[in-house]
């Protein structure tokens, strides 16, 4: 039963452009959502987030978007980078618990 | 050093025996996380210590399983009789106080686990 979905496994976008990294969730307990960056051999870090009450959260180049009624996120990069080049991974949580359900992640290689 | 510490970095066992993977979180932090990623998988959370109360241990594969947390700061993840599909990057993760699921959790680089 996975709850949060990364149909993209990978995503390949030229240095300049937009990437644009897609999630879907089937909980409609979960109220806040995180999007983790992950280099090889190294622990995922935090990216952005948004809560359920908002539907647009900016920091740089980065924007994740949240459309609750289609229990959809996506994660904006603008303009993409080659240092961007990782995996990244869409996280949820919601209700009683704190714990954060993750996707399976998807890797973006940024071409130069 | 100021980030979560896991140890070892990598571990290769035999089928059948028991390990141990240690994680040291950010001092401070009380809410402490361990999640695995096998290959080609996404993060599948484990379990979740928060504070003194009983940890959520409904990730737990199965019983071969467990985790403790010692005075409320190091955390060990014991696997017993490995098993091959427990061949993974075991990951832990803490927050503090009331933000691991507002926040952001602040990972370590992994325990890698190969069983031969």
């Known amino acids: 039963d996975q709850q949060v979905k990364q149909n993209s496994p990978s995503l390949s976008v030229q240095e300049g452009r937009i990437s644009i990294l897609n999630c879907d969730y089937t909980?409609?307990?979960?109220?806040?959502f995180l999007w983790y960056k992950k280099y090889p051999a190294e622990g995922p870090t935090f990216l952005i987030s948004?809560?359920?009450?908002?539907d647009k959260n900016e920091d740089g180049r980065f924007t994740v978007f949240l459309n609750k009624s289609a229990k959809h996120l996506s994660l904006h990069i603008v303009p993409s980078q080659p240092g961007d080049s990782a995996v990244y991974f869409c996280?949820?949580?919601?209700?009683?618990?704190?714990?954060?359900?993750f996707g399976t992640g998807t890797l973006l290689a940024v071409q130069p | 050093g100021a980030g979560v510490s896991q140890s070892p970095s990598n571990k290769v066992t035999e089928k059948g025996k028991d390990v141990e993977l240690r994680c040291d979180p950010i001092s401070g932090h009380t809410a402490l996380y361990w999640y695995r990623q096998s290959l080609g998988q996404g993060l599948e959370f484990l379990i979740y210590?928060?504070?003194?109360?009983?940890?959520?241990k409904s990730g737990l594969p199965s019983d071969r399983f467990s985790a403790e947390r010692t005075g409320g700061s190091v955390s060990t993840l014991t696997i017993q009789r490995t098993q091959q599909e427990d061949s993974a990057v075991y990951l832990c993760a803490s927050s503090p106080a009331g933000q691991g699921g507002t926040g952001e959790l602040f990972f370590g680089e992994g325990s890698r686990l190969t069983v031969l």
């Open positions: 948004i809560s359920s009450i908002k």
């Open positions: 996280a949820a949580s919601g209700g009683a618990t704190n714990k954060l359900i």
């Open positions: 909980n409609s307990m979960f109220d806040y």
């Open positions: 210590f928060q504070g003194n109360s009983a940890p959520d």
